[in-house]
């Protein structure tokens, strides 16, 4: 069973910037997704990808130019960084977990993923 738990979330002024962590002991077998969902259940949108064999990246059209996703291997650690952030850029950030044979493309879709953390609130006040 793969566990992730994401931190970092929390209140900031637009402009601003924030940076959430997604630990897992299972980074060496994950491509991991960052996936927000905004307020009132809509539905969950890709942010950012990065994956496991190489570290190549793949940003979602909200997140491109703006957020950065990198990973420390010895901390069994991949980050978020989020500068600019907009009042938009609101809701509840997952980590997620995708096993799939190694070389998959990064996906961008939330069924792809079969392992998700909690989530982390953002929020980002104008």
């Known amino acids: 069973q793969v566990q992730l738990v994401e931190s970092g979330g929390g209140l900031v002024q637009a402009g601003g910037s924030l940076r959430l962590a997604c630990s897992t002991s299972?980074?060496?077998?994950?491509?991991i997704g960052w996936f927000r969902q905004a307020p009132q259940g809509k539905q969950r949108e890709f942010v950012a990808?990065?994956?496991?064999?190489?570290?190549?990246?793949r940003y979602g059209d909200s997140a491109a130019g703006r957020f950065t996703i990198s990973k420390d291997n010895a901390q069994s650690t991949v980050y978020l960084q989020m500068t600019s952030l907009k009042s938009e850029d609101t809701g509840v950030y997952y980590c997620?977990?995708?096993?799939?044979?190694?070389?998959?493309?990064?996906?961008?879709?939330?069924?792809?993923?079969?392992?998700w953390g909690q989530g982390t609130q953002v929020t980002v006040s104008s």
């Open positions: 997620a977990c995708d096993r799939s044979a190694w070389g998959r493309p990064l996906q961008t879709i939330s069924e792809a993923y079969s392992y």
């Open positions: 299972a980074l060496s077998l994950c491509s």
């Open positions: 990808a990065i994956n496991r064999s190489r570290g190549g990246v």
